[in-house]
């Protein structure tokens, strides 16, 4: 883990938030979805820091790749795994051994969410969606969750979708493991099993692969495990792949790059007949926190091995 020391004098059109200077803050990352508000970078520094306590553990050790849009969403944007020597000063890293080597360098110095600041750091680096490995720092050969990403297909509807969410939860709780909901900000759903990171990277996407294609075996003319996309014929992809080394799966509470900055969601299994997968975002997260408590708070202590 490395920090890099920082420290810098304020500018005119700065704002300070968690003790870090936010340049521009009245620009605006996300342009408002209908009946919404633009979210500039200063709300966003601010809806992170108001969570903070909540998405701090879900984040701790786990290398991050960044979504980024400097200028904004309608500018365009990119994706950037490693922080680089233009990353915020004082924004923390993680290094990740590359498996196949494809430069001078051969490891990534990825992103780290530490504290309540590199959060802020990250939004000053125009970021929007973090995105992290299933996997954490001293332990990144042993992933600590397995995730099937429910990514509906043409022809099916919410109620589809969510029928589709429970088939999933049961063939994971079939095998032992414990099933839990987050919703994706976008169209899907995410199912996702505590691991006790005794099983390696194969070994979990293995499993995930069996889990998939059983469901899938269920309903095959709505369902697949199709990676290529001209081969699902419209239909529900159910997508492992975020399970094997250096993948990575949205995390907890980051908007997506969407119109008013839907939020991938933690939900409770009552909820989901309820709320809809970009139902919440940056504005009524922090309400909904305030009322309600983070349903992947006890993720860990539902960790099991992988059968």
Known sequence: MVCHPGGRGKR????SIAG???????KVLLPA???????TKADLAHYWESIAATVLPHLAGRPLTLQRFPDGLDAGGFVQQDAGGRAPKGLHTVDTPRRERKGADDVVHHPQVTETADLVRLVQFGTVTLHGWNAVAGSLERPDRLIV?????????LAGIRDVARAVRAAVEGRGLVAFLQSTGSRGYHVVAPLDGSAGHDAVKAAAVEIAEAVAADHPDELTTAVRKDARGGRTFLDVGRNAYGQTAVMPYAP??????PTATPL????LSRVAPDQHDVRSIPRRL??????????RDHARPLP
Not at 33 to 39: A, H, Q, S, T
Not at 256 to 261: D, I, M, Q
Not at 268 to 271: M, Y
Request: charge should be negative; avoid cysteine; hydrophobic fraction near 30%.
């Open 33 to 39: 979805r209908e009946g919404g508000e633009d979210v």
């Open 20 to 26: 870090v200077d936010v340049t521009h803050p009245d």
């Open 290 to 299: 305030a009322r309600k408590a983070d349903p992947l708070a006890g993720l």
């Open 268 to 271: 409770d299994w009552d909820e």
């Open 149 to 157: 990403d429910i990514d509906p297909g043409e022809h099916i509807d």
């Open 12 to 15: 005119p059109g700065m704002t």
């Open 256 to 261: 997506r790059a969407r119109p008013g900055g």
